[in-house]
């Protein structure tokens, strides 16, 4: 296969997610996911889904529709679409599949999933993150990964409208 073939079919509908993960189950693969809108792809975001990848065999990553992420961040969000944030992640060596969901919190996505580890940023204590009752119920745990200071959308997005001032 392609490639470009390869990138394609690492974005799942929930649908199909919900077939893959009893077929990583069936093989004993210890399940990771996190969320989030990953608008623009910085260091900060490789830093983190690379250090999520490392706490188990498979990485899902729950990536915000454009209208979630408007929600969320407000009507000049996001700048890059959610075909391209989905392909540019999918792209990545360690993710295993990208699922877009329409929703402000990824919890109906993480009932379906069942992940063993649920990853968040350390931005988050753990007692908050959305679909941690789901995990513990299950006897998984929620792990909490550490920034690259200096490095966020946000931050960069700043720059670059002050740089073209």
């Known amino acids: 296969m392609r490639k470009s073939g390869i990138i394609k079919t690492k974005i799942l509908s929930y649908e199909a997610i919900g077939k893959q993960v009893k077929a990583w189950r069936k093989k004993n693969k210890k399940i990771v996911f996190t969320n989030g809108c990953?608008?623009?792809?910085?260091?900060?975001?490789?830093?983190?889904?690379?250090?999520?990848?490392?706490?188990g065999d498979i990485l899902i990553i729950g990536l915000n529709t454009d209208a979630s992420v408007r929600k969320i961040k407000g009507k000049n969000r996001p700048i890059n679409n959610e075909i391209?944030?989905?392909?540019?992640?999918?792209?990545?060596?360690?993710?295993?599949?990208?699922?877009?969901?329409n929703e402000e919190t990824p919890y109906n996505l993480i009932k379906t999933i069942q992940p063993n580890i649920l990853v968040k940023g350390s931005d988050y204590k753990s007692?908050?993150?959305?679909?941690?009752?789901?995990?513990k119920s299950k006897g998984g745990r929620i792990v909490t990964v550490d920034f690259v200071e200096g490095y966020s959308t946000s931050e960069i997005e700043k720059r670059i409208v002050k740089m073209n001032k």
């Open 84 to 101: 391209s944030r989905s392909k540019v992640l999918a792209s990545l060596f360690f993710v295993d599949a990208v699922v877009l969901f």
């Open 127 to 135: 007692g908050s993150i959305i679909g941690s009752d789901i995990v």
């Open 38 to 55: 990953f608008d623009i792809l910085h260091l900060g975001h490789i830093d983190y889904l690379s250090k999520a990848a490392d706490l």
